[in-house]
């Protein structure tokens, strides 16, 4: 689904240079669900990033569907992120001045529209109901709680029926019971056939995946089966 | 985010004010283009211009001196024709007009005096019917010739030829002798040259009374002839008219003269503005630069959801050109009072013209203000602009 192959990252500023990570081999496998864990600033976000190809890596090479991605181009790559992937953030980056039901909208107004299928607008409600939220469409998400507005973010992610979710701590932000909740909601989307990354803090929410991942300084410094795949 | 309210009213005050700029330089412009594609209606190389200062001649007498100094003057060899005119010659600063009525319609013409030579003279073609003849100098002639633009606002494609039109109002009392007949038509005289506006006008014939305040002449002279003839000229006039002084002028100079006088505001007018419109373009550009900054974050969320830089640049353009629209129809309302209520006289299609000009242009720097930062942000990775946030 996702390979990773000899990945470095060095960010570089004009007074510094970090090295995020170096010689990460790591290959995510259809309805997978990922955890990665480790120390804060050791890389995971950065890692999620190259797998979302909101990052290109310094080297190596990411490959989707077993293609890499290395030479491709801003519109070949917008339609991967747009139809292959959804993102769910830590701090959520919903648009305040857009309602709950416009903000599930905005992947969809990047593709080409089905005429056949249910419009927008339908896709945005069946997916805000899908994370129990479709009594709040019209709200803004200001009026809304932290465990709402990530509800809100992950609708927005799986609104375009991506095959691969990546979560950067997702839970981060909220008191455990709405962690639970949001936690609960991804392993629906995993069992319903989603493949899932996420980064989290905390080993609890990890337990409950089939995979743990741990980052250590930008190297991968383990990888274990935690529960039998279940392949499909 | 940026308080969007905020800077939306001042990116529509910009746009607003540089609008209007514009459309007064633009007016301006195409009034001046307008202008200067209409032809003069006259030749003025190797045109001379002669004035006369009568100082303490009986009035009684100048008309005929004038005569006098007519057949002299055509005996020189450099000389081809030679017409009496009033005093307000082409490209002199002179001017003469008064209402002109057929009982409809009313204008203010200019009103020129001179005589049977004048086409001649300065290379003016008649269009329709004839210029004077002998027949108009009996005293009880009452003849006119009109240029076309006269006729078009008298007549419109109605025939003039053989029309009856009397000075001052339309509802002045007065005789059937005070018409003038209309006997011939010219074609443009813009005597101020290429830039002034095609305007009526009409010609009379220089006899009777009027011959004595007609002290201006207009010379055709060989190519060639020069300040050595001129000399010459004064000379020999300053004696036939026992001293009155005469001033030469050669039309070709005095055009440029008025050139100057009407491209010069044009020019100033156009770098004042130039500069407001720069200052103006920065500031919108630096406006639309510090609130594209601060939605870096939308626009590495919008990457990150699936959106190129082309429709990121797009999304910028496409919400500065609703500012500009609402600006651009609050300038409307402005500038579009100008062809309304008919400011300074002028065409209704220069200030059309000016808006049309002024509203591509409002859009086309809006287009750029906008792009460039937007295409900037568009094209920094999706990672780091949301780390930004
Ligand atoms: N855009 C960036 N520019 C410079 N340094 C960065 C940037 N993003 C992350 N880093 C650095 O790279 C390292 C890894 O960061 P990150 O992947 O965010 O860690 P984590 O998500 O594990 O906390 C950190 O040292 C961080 O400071
Ligand atoms: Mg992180």
Sequence with gaps: ?232 | MWNKKGSHLLIIVEILASFLVLFGVTSLIVYNLQNYQEPIGFEYKNRWALGFDARGQADSTIGDIMQQIKSRVLSYPQVESATVFSSNLPYSMNSSNGNVTNNKATVLAQQFRTDLDMPKTLGVPVLEGRWFDKSDELPDARTLVINAPLKKVLFGDEPALGKKIAFGGADDKRKSTDYFTIVGIVGNFKPRGEYQENLPGLFQMNKGQDRNYTRSMLLNVKPGTDAGFEAKLTRDLGLLTKGWPVEVSYLENQRTNQHNIALVPVIIFLIVSGFLLINVALGLFGVLNVSIAKRRGEIGLRRALGATERRISRQFVGEMWVLATFALVLGLLLAGQFPLLNVFNLKSSVYLTAIGVSVAVIYLLVTLCALLPSRQAATVQPAVALHAE
């Design chain 1, 1 to 232: 689904m996702i390979a990773l192959k000899n990945i470095e990252k060095v960010y570089r500023t004009s007074t510094i240079e970090t090295l995020a990570l170096t010689n990460i081999n790591l290959t995510v496998r259809a309805g997978e669900f990922l955890s990665i864990m480790g120390p804060s600033g050791c890389g995971k976000s950065t890692l999620l990033n190259l797998m979302g190809l909101l990052d290109a890596p310094s080297a190596g090479q990411v490959e989707i569907g077993g293609q890499p991605v290395t030479q491709y181009r801003d519109v070949d790559l917008a339609r991967l992120r747009n139809q292959k992937i959804g993102f769910i953030f830590q701090s959520f980056h919903l648009i305040n001045d857009l309602s709950v039901l416009d903000n599930v909208e905005i992947p969809l107004l990047y593709r080409k529209g089905d005429e056949t299928g249910p419009s927008r607008r339908e896709l945005a409600r069946q997916a805000l109901e899908k994370v129990g939220l479709s009594n709040r469409m019209k709200h803004f998400p200001s009026q809304l709680s932290g465990g709402q507005k990530q509800r809100v973010a992950i609708a927005r992610a799986i609104v375009g029926q991506p095959a691969i979710i990546l979560a950067d701590e997702p839970t981060g932000n909220l008191d455990s019971a709405m962690g639970n909740e949001i936690m609960s909601i991804l392993q629906q989307l995993n069992a319903d056939g989603s493949t899932i990354v996420m980064v989290t803090h905390d080993e609890s929410m990890a337990k409950r995946t089939h995979r743990l991942v741990r980052l250590f300084d930008g190297a991968m410094v383990g990888d274990s089966v935690l529960m039998l795949n279940e392949e499909r």
